[in-house]
Structure formats: C-alpha cells, structure tokens
C-alpha cells in the first residue's frame, strides 16, 4: 500500500472497506516496510508509541530491509487512516502493506 498518486481516494478506498469489513473497535495489524536503519524503524515504533501496540520486526534474509508489523486496537477507520498518513509523513522510505 505505497501511497498511490491520489492518495485521498485511495484513503476513501480503504476507509469505505475498513467500516464493511470490521465492528469498530477492531484489532487491526499494520505492516510496513523500512530499510533496515535503527533511526527509522524507532520512529515508525514511537508513533505507535503509548497505544498497548505489538511491535514484531523481522529482518530481511539480506538484512537489507527490515519488515515491521504493528498489532493494535483502534477505534475506528479514521484513525487507522490517521496513523498510515502520519507514517507516511514521519518515516522516509516507509513502504505500508
């Protein structure tokens, strides 16, 4: 889930499919993609930082690029929205699955 060139459709996209397929609050896992660089993947953990999340990073076979996923509960399509932008504007590089 790069961000696509229009990206507020594609959030309306995915919102829209978030409220069809889950009663809110939900568990809800994010993964992302960051080149392995302690920097990035602490910031891409503090923005997750105080919310009860389960953070697991895996390492590439390489140890190029390291895989983050995040487990939280969220309260409602906004605000998963809300943290994949901030993500997004926080971390460089950060590819959203």
Same mark, same amino acid.
């Given at each position: 889930?790069?961000?696509?060139?229009?990206? @507020?459709?594609?959030?309306?996209?995915?919102?829209?499919?978030?409220?069809?397929?889950?009663?809110?609050? !939900?568990?809800?896992?994010?993964?992302?993609?960051?080149?392995?660089?302690?920097?990035?993947?602490?910031?891409?953990?503090?923005?997750?930082?105080?919310?009860? !999340?389960?953070?697991?990073?895996?390492?590439?076979?390489?140890?190029?690029?390291?895989?983050?996923?995040?487990?939280?509960?969220?309260?409602?399509?906004?605000?998963?929205? @809300?943290?994949?932008? @901030?993500? !997004? @504007?926080?971390?460089?590089?950060?590819?959203?699955?």
């Amino acid at each position: 889930m790069s961000t696509p060139p229009n990206s @507020e459709e594609f959030y309306e996209k995915l919102k829209e499919q978030l409220r069809e397929t889950a009663n809110w609050p !939900a568990e809800y896992l994010y993964k992302f993609i960051v080149k392995t660089d302690n920097k990035k993947i602490a910031k891409l953990e503090a923005i997750f930082n105080n919310m009860g !999340a389960v953070i697991n990073t895996i390492a590439s076979k390489n140890g190029k690029y390291t895989s983050v996923s995040v487990n939280l509960l969220m309260r409602n399509p906004d605000a998963v929205i @809300e943290k994949y932008k @901030e993500v !997004a @504007e926080k971390v460089e590089g950060v590819i959203s699955l």
